[in-house]
RNA sequence: GGCCCGUUGGAGAAACGGUUAACUCACCGCCCUCUCAAGGCGGCAUUCACGGGUUCGAACCCCGUACGGGCUACCA
């Protein structure tokens, strides 16, 4: 199976392309095909400089390495619209000599005004029968314009008839019917460029893919397509409409927008540090409807031992679901390893977090150690959804921002006072049992809490609070303040033990001097 | 307006004419728990947009309606 991936150079990359490259260059990989991608450079206007290139580096960042491209080449090039002009010509010129094809030279005005002399009847609108007057040019007369150099455009010459029905049988929604093209229309504009119509019928004859994938906007258009093929007696490819990903606002679906909506772009999520592997994985759930089923049944393996088919597509575009990002994401980055994980959030800070990055840069293996907490096993901590997360939990294992913290606030339960709170970490420090293993140095801590006066038992507290300061819960919530400003941390014993004695001793120090 | 496509719980969806409509995410309970993140258990569509029809039997087939989407450019 040969594919293709035909983007405009517009803009960075629409996540709706990403996954529709996604899905044809897999496609094309499993059969051992060929992916390539071509740039639908024929409109200027539009057209913003550099994005081109932009799109291959975030396919790549994605995996997504196209076989042929307009960056790297390949046999049936040039992979540039632009670049493909006197193909275009070629193929006019012979449109021309065989009546298939002829100049007109309406402007827009008249062709404004034919619109609306057909809303007036009611007819259809467009450029076809006696609407379409230069059709019907002699050819000593379109010489004589073009000489008198009159603008033209070249219009296809529709052989169709209104009343007949033509099919097409799309491998992904089965054969769909539609009335056969009669509309005249334009195949070169007046800059001499082809227009996409035309750019498919060519391009996608002579670049030579076996299926035609592209999003269902484009299926509407089928007919003019059919009869471009037909006509000029090439073979029609196979096509494949895929669904559009959607968006819900304000209770309605819509395409999602690269202008109102930032997670139609792929560099949003590039930004916030989502996983790359969670992203695919998402983006292929997206693509068949029973990935999410092998995946159950295959936790582990590489998400492109997967086999794509276009039997398992959905037929409408589905709402992009972020939580559900969110959700693989976080997955994903919990059955990392400590040390992969770690590479690549240093990678991403290095791009987006300097301040992180330089934090990870000063000892590695101290963070590596830190993403090693309750990581590997059967149920890893999965407290990451995206890169961008890891900073803000973890930031008080480095001295620099639990100082900061610690002097902004120290959230103490207010049940305590000033000299209970020092008993308790004077009391800890005595005897921290940081060399013990995990459950003994628990047992330890419950022991010098009720040294301390606290329960060693919640349910004992609970069902005598006044024998007691208060319980376990509340000792070491003390602890753990005094040693990183918060409330909350991943598993306290390993943060402890990575601190290690001196810096919890300073750390607690300095705490009970700030009280 | 015309032409196409679609419609199963909050979201993604399974089911391919035959018992109580899978599963994942979200949500809600309960349990576990030194915090957090998790984890365990359970709940969440008497019903498949609606109305007719075909059939012993329909979410699945047919017709109509409604709703949503796409196209209707010298944009792709």
């Known amino acids: 199976m040969v594919t293709r991936f035909a983007p405009s150079p517009t803009g960075f990359l629409h996540t709706g392309s990403l996954s529709a490259s996604l899905i044809s260059w897999r496609l094309a990989k499993q059969s051992g095909g060929v992916f390539f991608v071509r740039l639908e450079d024929t409109d200027q206007k539009r057209e913003i400089a550099g994005s081109g290139d932009?799109?291959?580096?975030?396919?790549?960042?994605?995996g997504i390495a196209p076989d042929e491209s307009f960056v790297k080449g390949g046999a049936y090039g040039p992979y540039r619209q632009s670049e493909?002009?006197?193909?275009?010509?070629?193929?006019?010129?012979?449109?021309?000599?065989?009546?298939?094809?002829?100049?007109?030279f309406c402007t827009h005005e008249e062709l404004d005004e034919i619109r609306k002399e057909q809303e007036k009847i009611k007819a259809n609108p467009g450029?076809?029968?006696?609407?379409?007057?230069?059709?019907?040019?002699?050819?000593?007369?379109?010489?004589?314009?073009?000489?008198?150099?009159?603008?033209?455009?070249?219009?296809f010459k529709s052989p169709g008839i209104e009343t007949n029905r033509v099919y097409v049988d799309d491998v992904i929604r089965g054969r769909i019917e539609f009335p056969e093209n009669v509309q005249d229309i334009v195949i070169m504009k007046t800059d001499g460029l082809p227009t996409y119509h035309f750019a498919h019928l060519v391009d996608d004859h002579f670049m030579r893919p076996t299926h035609i994938t592209r999003g269902e906007e484009w299926m509407a258009s089928v007919p003019i397509h059919l009869q471009l093929f037909d006509s000029i007696g090439w073979e029609r490819p196979i096509y494949a409409h895929l669904p559009v990903i959607m968006k819900l606002d304000e209770g309605k679906r819509r395409k999602l927008s690269k202008?109102?909506?930032?997670?139609?772009?792929?560099?949003?999520?590039?930004?916030?540090?989502?996983?790359?592997?969670?992203?695919?994985?998402?983006?292929?759930?997206?693509?068949n409807t029973n990935f999410e089923e092998w995946r159950l049944a295959n936790p582990d393996a590489d998400i492109f031992n997967f086999n794509l088919s276009f039997a398992k597509m959905t037929l409408d575009g589905g709402l992009f679901d972020l939580e559900k990002v969110k959700s693989i994401c976080k997955e994903c980055l919990a059955k990392m390893p400590a040390e992969t994980i770690a590479s690549k959030a240093l990678a991403w800070a290095k791009a987006y977090d300097q301040t992180f990055a330089a934090a990870i840069k000063n000892d590695i293996p101290y963070f590596q150690a830190i993403l090693a907490i309750e990581r590997g096993g059967e149920k890893p901590r999965k407290d990451y959804e995206k890169y961008s997360d890891i900073f803000p939990i973890i930031n008080f294992m480095y001295d620099k921002w639990f100082e900061a913290?610690?002097?902004?606030?120290?959230?103490?339960?207010?049940?305590f006072t000033k000299t209970q709170i020092i008993d308790v970490l004077e009391a800890f420090l005595r005897q921290p049992g940081l060399n013990l293993p995990e459950a003994e140095w628990f047992e330890n801590l419950k022991m010098v809490a009720e040294a301390t006066g606290f329960a060693a038992r919640t349910k004992d507290y609970k069902n005598n609070p006044d024998r007691y300061?208060?319980?376990?819960?509340?000792?070491?919530?003390?602890?753990?303040?005094?040693?990183?400003?918060?409330?909350?941390?991943?598993?306290?014993?390993?943060?402890?033990?990575?601190?290690?004695?001196?810096?919890?001793v300073n750390r607690i120090n300095h705490t009970i001097s700030l009280l």
């Open 405 to 415: 913290a610690i002097r902004e606030s120290r959230p103490f339960n207010e049940r």
């Open 469 to 504: 300061l208060g319980h376990i819960g509340d000792f070491a919530e003390i602890i753990r303040i005094a040693v990183s400003a918060r409330k909350n941390t991943p598993n306290f014993y390993y943060v402890l033990k990575i601190l290690g004695y001196d810096t919890i």
């Open 127 to 155: 450029y076809y029968g006696e609407y379409a007057k230069c059709r019907y040019l002699s050819l000593a007369e379109a010489t004589a314009k073009v000489k008198a150099g009159f603008p033209f455009v070249i219009r």
């Open 54 to 62: 932009k799109l291959i580096e975030e396919l790549e960042t994605f």
């Open 84 to 104: 493909r002009k006197w193909i275009y010509d070629v193929v006019i010129k012979h449109l021309l000599e065989h009546d298939l094809a002829y100049p007109c």
């Open 259 to 287: 202008r109102k909506d930032p997670e139609a772009s792929v560099s949003y999520f590039l930004e916030q540090g989502y996983p790359i592997e969670g992203f695919l994985e998402y983006l292929m759930t997206m693509a």
